[in-house]
């Protein structure tokens, strides 16, 4: 009965908007609490099962010790206070910042590498492939794992599921639209780097189908794991 409370007791205060390293805290201190509660009647003479019963009553209700700590300003997620920034725009920010750092990584390598480059043959087939794997790091790797880690975040703090949904469709939509391209050759032309934004009635289906790719590759994990929540908000 006792682990079974203070898990719900935990799950409230989740969904009450208490982060998550002071739930772990407060749950702590509250079992530690019963315990002392619990041995003090005991000690009294009450059995094991009135001992439980009078602990828990002295404890208080669950929802008293959900508002409570919910009252709080200072033990609230900041996840919770701004969720539309966190899971909508964050994400979009994330992906921006890291993909940005990516693209600046690789032209100072290949900027250091450019007398070598100049020196070499490199294969029409290993072109190709490096470029392959250019795009698939920055249209689909980095996004993907952008939205795992907010969609974590927002499970982890019992956020609304909606929050993080529009957050990584919102995502997934804008990398459907940008394109990357990358030539490394050897000689005199060693290599350039291209990307672009846009859309035309002719490539929309293909990037509607990256986008709905993209969102089911983060959203299925998140959604099958709400799903073991009981009661969870949409």
């Not at 009450?46 to 009252?71: C, F, K, P, W």
């Not at 990516?102 to 900027?111: K, R």
């Not at 291209?194 to 709905?212: K, T």
């Not at 998140?222 to 949409?234: C, E, H, S, T």
Request: one cysteine or more; charged letters at 15%.
């Amino acid at each position: 009965m006792g682990e079974q409370r203070f898990a719900d007791l935990r799950e409230a205060l989740l969904r009450a908007g208490v982060s998550g390293q002071q739930v772990r805290r407060a749950i702590l201190e509250l079992e530690a609490h019963f315990q002392q509660l619990l041995h003090e009647e005991i000690n009294r003479g009450a059995s094991e099962q009135d001992a439980h019963i009078a602990a828990h009553r002295l404890l208080g209700t669950n929802e008293m010790l959900v508002l409570s700590y919910a009252a709080r300003r200072e033990l609230r997620a900041w996840s919770h206070r701004w969720r539309a920034f966190w899971f909508v725009v964050l994400p979009l920010i994330t992906y921006f910042v890291v993909s940005t750092a990516s693209v600046a990584g690789f032209l100072l390598i290949a900027g250091r590498m450019a007398p070598f480059l100049h020196t070499i043959h490199l294969a029409p087939q290993m072109t190709e492939r490096m470029d392959l794997v250019a795009r698939i790091t920055l249209l689909w790797v980095l996004p993907t794992s952008v939205c795992l880690t907010f969609a974590v975040l927002a499970y982890r703090q019992r956020i609304a599921l909606r929050w993080p949904l529009v957050g990584i469709f919102l995502t997934s939509l804008l990398v459907s639209l940008i394109n990357v391209s990358l030539k490394v050759t050897g000689g005199p032309s060693p290599g350039e780097v291209g990307a672009g934004i846009g859309f035309s009635p002719d490539s929309l289906p293909g990037q509607v189908m990256r986008a709905a790719i993209m969102t089911s590759l983060a959203a299925a994990p998140l959604w099958l794991a709400m799903r073991r929540v009981r009661d969870y908000k949409v």
